[in-house]
């Protein structure tokens, strides 16, 4: 029964020898899920440099020198024909403040002489709107500036016969109505007097409130 066991290695040496003499590899060389694989990796691009953002800018624009001066002129002259018949509007206010009055001394002489010629608010009228506004010889800048200034003037025309119409008298809730309607026309003349001269000067086109679109529709 001894030489049994002494049998079977005699039998089979390969198998021992073999297995005895097989290197030992670490199972993680062979095993799918642990062994280490190598990953080629793609460089990532480079990040273009990024543009600085646009600073605003803050200095002051100087006013436009495209606009003859000739053009300018004629665009500003011509805010003085609603201007000086707007006037008659602050009467109210002229006699509530008397000091408003000084603000407007330095024009009193251009005035006096614009009243004492007969129909001039009629002449200069008609002068405006056929020879400038219908006249192609004038540059777009200087008609439209022209067409406000002959709308504004129309405009102001409106409570005047309203007032002739109602006849409103010296008293009474209708008086008051009318003295406050006044007061804000006259203000409203003013301040498109100032904002249209100062940007006619500058070669810039005003547009005033309800009076562009209509002088617009007109060209």
């Known amino acids: ?13 390969s198998t021992t020898i073999a297995a005895s ?8 060389l062979f095993h799918p899920l ?4 190598l990953r080629l990796t793609t460089p990532k691009p480079l990040s273009q440099p990024k543009t600085p953002k646009k600073l605003i800018s803050l200095s002051y624009k100087a ?5 003859p001066a000739v053009d ?8 003085f024909l609603p201007f000086f018949n ?29 009243k004492s010629i007969p129909y001039a608010s009629f002449v200069a009228f008609f002068a405006l709107y056929l020879g400038v506004v219908r006249n192609p010889n004038f540059s777009q800048f200087v008609r439209f500036n022209a067409m406000q200034a002959v709308v504004l003037d129309v405009l102001l025309v409106v409570p005047l016969l309203l007032q002739r119409i ?9 008086f008051k109505l009318m003295v406050a309607c ?3 026309l006259f203000v409203f003349v003013v301040l498109c007097f100032v904002y249209s001269l100062v940007f006619s000067v500058l070669g810039k086109t005003p547009y005033l409130p309800f009076v562009a679109d209509a002088a617009g529709r007109q060209l």
Do not use: D, W
């Open 1 to 13: 029964m001894a030489s049994i066991p002494l049998l079977r290695l005699s039998l089979h040496p």
């Open 21 to 28: 003499h097989r290197p030992q590899t670490h199972p993680s």
């Open 34 to 37: 642990k062994s280490s694989t």
């Open 63 to 67: 006013p436009s020198t495209t606009t």
């Open 72 to 79: 300018r002129l004629i665009s500003a002259a011509s805010y």
């Open 86 to 114: 707007g006037l008659q509007y602050g009467r109210f206010l002229f006699n509530q403040y008397p000091s408003l009055a000084l603000l407007f001394e330095p024009i009193l002489p251009i005035l006096s002489l614009y």
């Open 166 to 174: 109602l006849s409103p008298g010296r008293g009474g809730l209708v």
């Open 182 to 184: 006044h007061n804000a």
